[in-house]
């Protein structure tokens, strides 16, 4: 299995308009793979614009968030190609297509990093930010995983929030719980009254 490191990933479209999406980037040998699904716009904004900035962020809200449509997050210039970093992360890899790769469901762009820099001491994740990482992912998936299983990781997960979470995990937590009850409401729903 490949490394994949989670991170927030900012295009550009043809005019110039910043969007950020959290993705995981997957190592391939000297390149990094961006596959976005499709439809999406980082699909559309790497088509449009061959470059993206992966942002590395110990703030687990903005994985929430993009995931939760929360995604208006203080940007700045990226340094070396057009485009945006997160304003604050802890560094910055800027990327350059130089592979494209199609595929039915997701597309590849295979990437070189053409600069990174750090702009503060990386402090690790605790419990409750891998928990929170956890979650993003799995929300992304609410209707590829059957529910059983939605549920038993969601029990576990529960345990490093309620043990090592701060104010801003329990707020990434809430606005994922929000998708998560609404999943919940929306297969309850569909299901067959009772006779």
């Not at 995604?71 to 990327?95: F, M, N, Q, Y």
């Not at 990482?133 to 059983?148: K, Q």
């Amino acid at each position: 299995m490949p490394r994949i490191v989670e991170t927030i990933i900012t295009t550009t479209d043809a005019s110039g308009e910043a969007y950020i999406a959290p993705l995981g980037l997957i190592e391939d040998g000297a390149h990094w793979i961006i596959a976005p699904f499709k439809p999406s716009r980082t699909l559309e904004n790497l088509r449009a614009h061959p470059f993206a900035v992966a942002s590395h962020t110990d703030d687990v809200r903005v994985f929430a968030g993009g995931v939760t449509g929360r995604k208006l997050w203080p940007l700045t210039a990226a340094t070396t190609i057009k485009g945006h970093r997160l304003a604050d992360c802890v560094s910055h890899w800027e990327l350059k297509i130089e592979r494209f790769i199609e595929d039915e469901q997701r597309p590849r762009f295979a990437c070189a990093i053409v600069h990174q820099e750090t702009h503060k001491v990386w402090e690790g994740f605790n419990r409750a930010q891998a928990a929170v990482l956890e979650l993003a992912v799995l929300t992304t998936r609410l209707n590829m995983l059957p529910s059983e299983k939605v549920e038993n990781e969601l029990k576990y997960l529960e345990i490093a929030i309620a043990k090592t979470a701060g104010p801003r995990e329990e707020e990434a937590w809430e606005w994922l719980m929000e998708k998560i009850n609404a999943w919940r409401q929306a297969r309850f729903d569909k299901s067959p009254e009772p006779r």
